[in-house]
């Protein structure tokens, strides 16, 4: 027993044994003195997290379907245009009480059915983490080789059945290794790498941006290149292009209240990531267009990857001028896959799993999971499988896109910005999120039909053969997987009220767990055991942190 409870975090000794499992302090609503990501913190991790390699190199994809880099543009405006609003309002809970992704789902799934959503959006991040380690190894490698060309020649020591060679996963476990650090830094001080980031990158970006032009004596032949489809095909070249933009950003739509949690105003997590989220990631892959574009009049065949453009520049025997500017972007990008890497998947599997194990995990404990898990699950092999790892990547989406319909619906819609902040950490059968059991199953007949309504289209996208009309809700499986769930839920909604539906007769972003909350007026069931809720300090403090911002 002493090891074990050397192993746990710290937490309130009072707790019953089922809340122990509900809450620590990575899990309550975040304190005051925490709350300190502000406007220009959010601006400035939108830009950091818009310079990364996937996003330099997601017009490849649209003008390689046969669109024009310039329909290919538009798709990327359009497509982070319209998925930031999304971001914004399921990021509204987290920036309004203050708590994580896994506890805003259990608002709407139930304090013990939110943990299935958990589940899946952490293992994900884990598998994440690995694969963009891998690409992150992969710039290391040029950093290396701008050094000391030599790292090239270095001889490989590893067998085949391991999928790498000596100097790959040595540029690998470099990266892994120079990453730990970061995951260290709790999230309301880690907002400091992403401003690092968000100055250093642009320039690095611009930089490659400029050298790319002079280098070819102009932008390239692609700006010149037309669409090769037309008519319906090309509408549909853009659709799927553009769902293709909302689709990368599912993960950030469901994990929004995380970063939003660390706001020191609700109005933070609002108006800054509406407009930098299209902003920052239009501009980046314009960057990456142009210089790809630059790279088939310099060497007459495109290259996308702008970790492979660079490796061509070291070709032969580089100036010395040469040398230090690949390694400068190099350094750049490896800053880039750091940040994008912690943003999107190290603090989402740290939120997740101290959810799913609160009693021993934290935030950072978490974070250092996946980073071990990204580590044994050999990423490079995935990275190297056939497309049905890719596809099923991509339709990743249509999971988070059914869970967010559920919970944007539940806050807006059903229970209208009401929380009852007491009750996400009570396992008790009068709380408002307790449902049936801790499980709330008009949830989880909304997910399932918004899963169930792309099936047939992602049997498709794997190589299956389908109707043309299941394919085409396919493509737009982000916005099929949130409204069938939305509309579903709803439904069930009026056809079974929930708990405190009844107080919700309006929009109001109110916790109703104190009697003091409306006025002195006594609402919800949950405050019925406030004098023992009461007990339980850490709770109460955090409630009380709540309501002096709500």
Not at 278 to 303: C, H, K, R, T, W
Request: proline share 4%; with cysteine; net charge neutral.
């Amino acid at each position: 027993m002493g090891v074990i409870q050397k192993l746990q975090v710290p937490h309130d000794r009072t707790l019953s044994y089922s809340e122990s499992f509900l809450q620590n302090e990575d899990l309550l609503p975040v304190p005051e003195e925490k709350r300190t990501w502000g406007y220009w913190n959010f601006i400035a991790f939108w830009i950091a997290d818009s310079f990364n390699i996937n996003t330099w190199m997601i017009v490849s994809s649209m003008v390689q379907l046969g669109l024009s880099w310039w329909q290919a543009w538009i798709c990327v405006w359009i497509g982070y245009g319209v998925v930031a609003p999304f971001i914004v309002a399921n990021a509204r809970p987290g920036a309004m009480f203050h708590v994580t992704f896994p506890v805003v789902a259990r608002t709407s799934f139930g304090v013990w059915g939110s943990l299935w959503c958990v589940f899946n959006r952490g293992a994900m991040a884990c598998i994440w983490y690995g694969v963009q380690a891998s690409i992150g190894g992969s710039c290391v490698l040029v950093m290396l080789r701008a050094m000391w060309p030599s790292v090239n020649s270095i001889p490989n020591s590893m067998p085949a059945s391991s999928g790498t060679n000596t100097r790959d996963f040595m540029c690998f476990f470099l990266f892994w290794l120079i990453s730990l650090p970061a995951i260290w830094f709790p999230i309301h001080k880690i907002r400091h790498l992403f401003t690092l980031k968000a100055i250093v990158v642009p320039i690095a970006g611009i930089t490659f941006f400029i050298w790319c032009i002079v280098k070819a004596h102009g932008v390239g032949p692609i700006i010149h290149q037309p669409a090769t489809l037309h008519g319906s095909a090309l509408g549909w070249g853009m659709v799927s292009s553009i769902m293709s933009c909302i689709s990368n950003m599912a993960t950030l739509v469901t994990n929004a209240p995380d970063f939003a949690s660390r706001a020191r105003h609700p109005s933070a997590a609002g108006l800054p990531q509406l407009i930098s989220v299209p902003l920052g990631f239009s501009i980046v892959s314009f960057f990456g267009v142009i210089v790809s574009s630059s790279s088939q009049a310099i060497y007459g065949d495109a290259v996308w990857s702008p970790i492979d453009l660079l490796g061509k520049f070291l070709d032969g025997e580089p100036s010395h001028a040469t040398r230090f500017g690949v390694w400068f972007i190099s350094v750049s990008f490896i800053i880039a896959q750091l940040g994008t890497n912690i943003s999107a998947n190290s603090i989402s599997a740290g939120c997740d799993l101290t959810a799913l194990f609160p009693r021993f995990i934290n935030i950072r404990r978490g974070g250092y999971i996946a980073a071990i898990v990204g580590l044994c699950m050999l990423p490079w092999n995935l990275l190297k499988s056939s497309n049905s790892f890719t596809s099923y990547l991509s339709a990743y989406s249509v999971f988070l896109s059914s869970i967010a319909g559920v919970m944007i619906t539940d806050y807006y819609v059903i229970h209208k910005g009401h929380y009852n902040v007491k009750d996400l950490y009570r396992a008790s059968t009068d709380g408002w999120y307790w449902y049936t059991y801790g499980i709330n199953f008009r949830a989880y007949a909304a997910y399932i039909a918004g899963i169930l309504i792309n099936v047939v289209g992602f049997a498709g996208a794997t190589g299956r053969t389908v109707p043309l009309a299941a394919t085409r809700i396919y493509e737009m499986s982000f916005f099929t997987g949130f409204g069938v769930s939305a509309l579903v839920y709803w439904t069930l909604n009026l056809l079974f009220p929930v708990r405190g539906a009844s107080y919700c007769a309006r929009f109001e972003e109110v916790d109703v767990s104190s009697a003091t909350a409306m006025g002195g007026e006594y609402v919800g069931d949950g405050a019925r055991d406030s004098e023992e809720m009461d007990k339980k300090s850490m709770v109460s403090e955090a409630v009380r942190s709540v309501h002096s911002n709500v």
